[in-house]
């Protein structure tokens, strides 16, 4: 077995004319903080829509612990240990926090309708066992003063964690956060850093990043993939990849100067 | 007496089939202007097993309720499945209830467009021994972690799958389970009316069904239950205003969404209300 939970080969995407992603390699390793980085429109949402199944890829395969994830739906993407947090925050927003973190676990419950209709002892155990775990994910992540509260009524930032804990409680060995640092300040960013470490420490998962906080990326990824225009601009580590010329050149470079990409 | 009884049972009758359509509707989010058809489905099934073979009524009212179901996969599992895009089912079930009666209307078994005409047998112990039930078993369903993974559908179905939702599973569940209980719905309302007829089961019925839901509150089941018995029972109580009754009603309904857009009971129960009191 390799050291690579997630194995991705010559991935292309198209949508009409743009090739959103073109013929991408790189591999996550396993239990790593992997950074996936690129200027607006460099294809990164679009690779997490790939690997969890949202988009077919037009070529190219993804693979997860040696498994080919071709021709599954995104539920069952999920359940073979894939989750992600989106770009633009996705709660169940009338729900309160502790049942958007529920829902992932529940859905993954064995009960069948039938003993739901009358209430049985093993269905109110599994429900019972679900709210133990979601309140220990919680916990974990600094969220469970809020978990009665419904999920569109809470501040952005607890929003943002909130969908990591709903992610977690997908039980994943693969977590694909898109941005979960965007619109926060330089302290929330570090705290959030903290968080993301610690989850991985805690729940033992593979994590893939895309930040445009740069320092975030810097602080806590062991390896960082660089994508632009769809294809891979240069992989290794942050000293690398803070020297390649070419990274700073089409990124880092453009955004000290000014930030003229967004 | 008798005339207040048999508004009270024609409204509980009706409170079966409004719990139908909040379950697909208020928690699942999908929205269904046919849902009249599983009525119609329910009736003429029941009213056919009585009239022409004597069949006993709780078999003929749990027979009412599996045609019910059973027809409603007909159009669920071919329009589910398009994920993102819950007009194909709203579409597909339009025809399907027109076409519905029309087959109602030519068939020897319903007696045509003349109708069918039934025993009462549906007194006050069946009519609210079944309400009773059907929002028991209902309410459990909808704590379960099936409740839970409907809203999340109605909420985000993009998020919901990927919280591990199978969500053509999920959206079929609903959509039987709000069937079988229109089912039982039109069962029970062939033998109060003690006479079905083809297009009793209309547009208009479906109309009211999802006004209900609408007006009692998406993601509650008092709401819906509360606002039908009032649209059941008004035109009655209205009956001193004559041609005016139906603008009435439908003011009210106007006066609700301006007021209340949430509805009624918005996304809670009743029961909370009392429970915030008490604490
Ligand atoms: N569903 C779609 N249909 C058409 N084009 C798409 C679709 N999804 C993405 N694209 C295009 O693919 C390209 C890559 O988009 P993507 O969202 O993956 O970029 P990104 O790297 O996540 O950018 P950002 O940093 O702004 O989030 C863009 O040009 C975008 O317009
Ligand atoms: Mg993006």
Known sequence: ?262 | MDYYLNIVLLAFINMIAVLGVAVFTGFTGLFSLGHAAFIGIGAYTSGALTYHWNVPFILAILAGMAAAGLSSLVIGVPTLRAKLRSDYFAIAILGFGEALRVCFENLSITNGARGLSLDELSGPVWVSGALVICVFLTRNLLKSRFGTMFMSIREDPVAAEMAGINLFRTRLLSLVVSAMLCGVSGALLAHRLAFIQPVMFTLTQSTQLLASVIAGGMGSVSGPIIISFVFTSLPEALRWLDMWRLPAYGLLLVVIMIYRPQGLMGYREITDLFRRKAQ
Do not use: W
Not at chain 1, 126 to 154: P, Q, V, W
Not at chain 1, 215 to 220: F, N, T
């Open chain 1, 1 to 262: 077995m390799s050291d690579a939970l997630l194995e991705v080969r010559d991935l292309t995407r198209t949508f009409g004319g743009i090739r959103a992603v073109d013929g991408l390699s790189f591999d996550a390793a396993r239990d790593g903080i992997t950074g996936l980085i690129g200027p607006n429109g460099a294809g990164k949402t679009t690779v997490f829509n790939l690997i969890t199944a949202v988009y077919k890829p037009t070529s190219g395969s993804i693979r997860l612990g040696g498994h080919d994830l071709a021709g599954k739906r995104p539920d069952e993407v999920v359940r073979s240990g894939v989750s992600r947090t989106f770009q633009n925050i996705r709660l169940f927003n009338r729900m309160t926090c502790l049942q958007n973190v529920m829902t992932p676990i529940l859905a993954r419950a064995s009960c069948g309708p039938v003993s739901s209709l009358f209430g049985t002892p093993s269905a109110r155990r599994e429900e019972s066992e679900a709210r133990e775990r979601a309140f220990a994910i919680m916990k974990n992540i600094g969220i469970e003063d809020s978990a009665h509260r419904i999920a569109s009524t809470l501040p952005y930032g607890i929003q943002r964690k909130l969908e990591i804990a709903r992610a977690i409680a997908c039980s994943p060995s693969l977590l694909l956060l898109d941005e979960p640092a965007a619109g926060m300040n330089d302290a929330e960013t570090r705290e959030l850093g903290e968080t993301i470490v610690r989850v991985r420490n805690d729940f033992d998962v593979t994590i893939l990043l895309i930040e445009h906080h740069i320092s975030l990326i810097m602080d806590i990824c062991a390896h960082i993939v660089v994508m632009e225009r769809g294809a891979l601009l240069a992989s290794g580590s942050p000293d690398e990849i803070r020297e390649d010329p070419l990274v700073v050149e089409a990124y880092l470079g453009r955004r000290r100067s000014g930030g003229s990409a967004r």
